[in-house]
Every structure is written in C-alpha cells, then in structure tokens.
C-alpha cells in the first residue's frame, strides 16, 4: 500500500510505491463513477465539518508553512496565497457545502434525438475518471478541487508543492477520513508530495492512471505542464489583467473599481495589472484613481503622458505591461482610442479578465465582442472572475484555453461525455 498520508514521509522516489497511489486513485474512480449524490454529499458534509472542527489543527500545520517560506524568502503574495486562518477555513468549509448545494452533473443530458427508426441517442455527461493537480503555496486548491472532483465522481490525486506541504497533508489526512466516514474509498483523494518534484514529474508523464491535468500557480509552473505532460492538460493562466477608463467613464465607478481590483487582494489571479486611460478623459480620471492606489500603497508604473499628470509614479517598462505583479504594483498608460486599448490587450494579455469603465454602450459592445479573454466585463471589477462568485461553490482554476473549459472551472468542466444508444433491434439499413 501507499504510505499514510498520517505519517511525515521522507522524500522518496520509489516508483512502484508512486505508481500504487495512481493505481488506488484509478481503481476509485470506478465506484465514484457511479456513487449516488446523496453518498457524494454525505462525504462533503463531513469534510466541511471536519475542517471547522480540525481548525487548531490546519492552523498549526499551516504555521509551519509560513514560517518556513518565510525563511526561504517566499513574496508576500505567495505568503498570503499560503496562509489559512479561522475566516478562511469558515470560508472554505463554506464553499464545500456551496459544492453540496449544486446539481450534480453526473448522467446529466447534453442532447439527444431519436431516429425515424426508433433509435434512441443520448449524450451524458460522465466523470473524466482521475484528475490531477499540480500547484503551490495555496492549501485553499486542496480543498476545493478535492470537492469538485468528488462532487462530479472524479478521483484526484494532488501535487501541492513544498510550500504548502505540512498544511496539505492535514488536509488531505481529513478529508480522506471525511471520505470513509460516509462508506467511499478513501483512495479517492491522494497526495504525491511526499515524492517531491520527481512526484510532479511523474504525474506529468502518468497517461493511462491519470485523465486530465490541471495546473495552477506562476506562468513558469504551468508553462512547464504544458510542455513537458503527456497527459491531457486544461491550461490555466496567469492573470495580466486590464482595466480600461473610457472617455465616458464614471469617476466615482473608475475610483472605486480600479481600487478594489488592485488593492483588495492583490496577491490573486483576478487583480489587476494594468490600466489603460483615454487620452480625452485622463486629466480628469488619472489624478482621482491613482491617488486612491497610493493612498493605499500602491506603486504606479506609469507611461510619460500618465507620468505627466500623475507624477507620483516611476516609468514603466516593457516587462511590466507583460507582468503579473502579486503585489501593491499596477502599470498604467494612455492611450488615444479604444482601438489602441484593444491593440495593447491582444499584445500584452494572458486571456484571463478584462473590464472597460465606460457610460458608452456602442464602446462596451465592442470591447465585450472584440476582446479575446476568457471574460470579459463592463462597469464592474475584475476581482469577480471567480468561481465562487459565479455561483459554483468553488473552483478548479481559471482557465485561459479555448476547449471545453474557459473561464472559472465548476462541477461541469470536470466532466466529459458519452453517447448512449438505445434500440430494440434496429440494424442499420
């Protein structure tokens, strides 16, 4: 059997006890598949309860976590993605049982016809089967994909990176106990931290035990999925995020908008990073919106025409249109059109999240239609980009790719189809 993710597990490389996890999360798949909502529930019930009840518990793990990034110098953005507390415990024993609330995809019709014949054809939506993780310093995926993989019949085995290390295996410890509490195999969730990178790797290179891998962290970490898995990968991205001040804008919205995208948590995929001005409207709005960023402590990287007006500020560089910054940064730039603001996305965006701040209707239908992100958004901050304020409980990631999933991830992107035909004798003429 695979170690218990009960004991501290030395690194190991040992591949036949790497690969006996895989084989445990496959042959759990097979009962998840066909386990009833009212059983995946069950088990989602109980890992919500076992986290507010363990919350002493996660937060010592969790303290262990951060002082040791600390020491290793980790960003204060990747600190903050790491740290657990009560609020964000409640939060996610929240969003658990927001999982328990949503319909369950499972068999689920997508379409279906009937032919002249009699033929009955069916499209379902089926579980993927094993769903794999890799990210870091955010023990928050931990819980969130393991509910969704649950909740849409899925097995998920977790690569949750040394950062988060003694924070995930409590985790994971509880919700495996959460699992078999409610008569489901505890195999269903594993961890291969343990492994170490040699654990990420092979997962990458796990086609056969594992359906699908999801990525989630730096451009860097899911760049390096991308390229080196040969298994089906859904790409998520880093968010270099933009905000557009229409000509027409509403100072009090620009204000208001562009603050709490930057400055609410800006450690997140959804802050954002660059704001881009109409030239016609950027002596009225730049002073009033960037005074409320360094009000706030936020560095402006501005372009000479927004450094003119808003001195306050230091030059911005190629890099930094091109950058995710996680921190109290944002680059800003004027522009002439909203051609030009459309020209700078394409050029500079990760196809995450856009939004324009704008009071003409013409200008939001073309930026809506012609902006290709993964959403987009008029008169509203891009900190909505999230899987939890669109109604799914809690997310799998974000994706930036242009299959099946784009955008933020729920119960439904975790699942594939299968045709089902039903006849009574028909053969085909």
């Known amino acids: 059997m695979a170690p218990s993710t009960l004991e501290s597990v030395p690194v190991s490389t040992d591949a036949p006890s790497f690969t006996r996890k895989l084989e445990d999360a496959k042959a759990a798949s097979v009962p998840l598949a066909t386990a009833t909502t009212a059983q995946k529930n069950d088990a989602l019930e109980r890992i919500a309860r076992s986290l507010t009840d363990n919350e002493a518990r996660i937060i010592e793990a969790n303290a262990e976590d951060l002082a040791r990034g600390r020491e290793n110098g980790l960003s204060d953005g990747l600190l903050d993605r790491l740290k657990l507390d009560e609020r964000r415990i409640a939060a996610l024993a929240a969003a658990v049982r927001d999982v328990v609330a949503l319909p369950d995809p499972v068999g689920t019709s997508v379409r279906g016809s009937r032919l002249p014949n009699g033929v009955s054809i069916q499209q379902v939506r089926v579980p993927f089967g094993v769903v794999g993780a890799i990210y870091e310093a955010r023990p928050n995926v931990t819980v969130d994909i393991a509910a969704l993989a649950l909740k849409s019949g899925n097995a998920v085995v977790l690569r949750g990176g040394r950062a988060a290390e003694s924070s995930n295996r409590v985790l994971v410890e509880l919700i495996q106990e959460a699992i078999a509490g409610a008569g489901m195999p505890s195999h269903a969730v ?166 324009i701040i704008t009071d003409d209707l013409a200008n939001a239908e073309r930026f809506l239609a012609e902006v290709d992100s993964a959403v987009v958004m008029v008169n509203a901050s891009t900190r909505f980009t999230d899987g939890g304020e669109f109604g799914f409980g809690a997310e799998v990631g974000i994706s930036t790719q242009k299959l099946h999933a784009r955008g933020p991830m729920g119960l439904p992107e975790l699942t594939s189809t299968k045709w089902v035909v039903r006849g009574t004798g028909q053969v085909r003429e």
């Open 190 to 355: 594993q961890t291969v931290d343990e492994f170490g990178r040699d654990g990420g790797t092979r997962l990458m290179q796990a086609r056969g035990l594992v359906d699908v891998l999801i990525p989630r962290g730096s451009a860097e970490l899911i760049r390096t999925v991308v390229e080196s898995s040969t298994v089906p990968v859904i790409e998520t991205g880093a968010g270099v995020v933009h905000i557009v001040l229409d000509e027409s804008a509403n100072e009090s919205w620009a204000v208001d908008i562009v603050r709490n995208a930057k400055v609410q948590r800006p450690s997140v995929c959804n802050a954002v990073e660059t704001v881009l001005v109409h030239s016609g409207a950027a002596s009225r709005l730049l002073p009033p919106v960037l005074q409320a960023l360094r009000e706030e402590g936020v560095t402006v990287h501005a372009d000479a025409r927004a450094r003119a007006i808003f001195p306050d500020s230091v030059p911005v560089t190629d890099e930094d249109w091109a950058t995710e910054h996680m921190s109290l940064d944002v680059s800003v730039g004027v522009v002439d059109s909203l051609d030009e603001a459309i020209e700078h996305i394409r050029r500079y965006s990760t196809q995450h999240t856009e939004s």
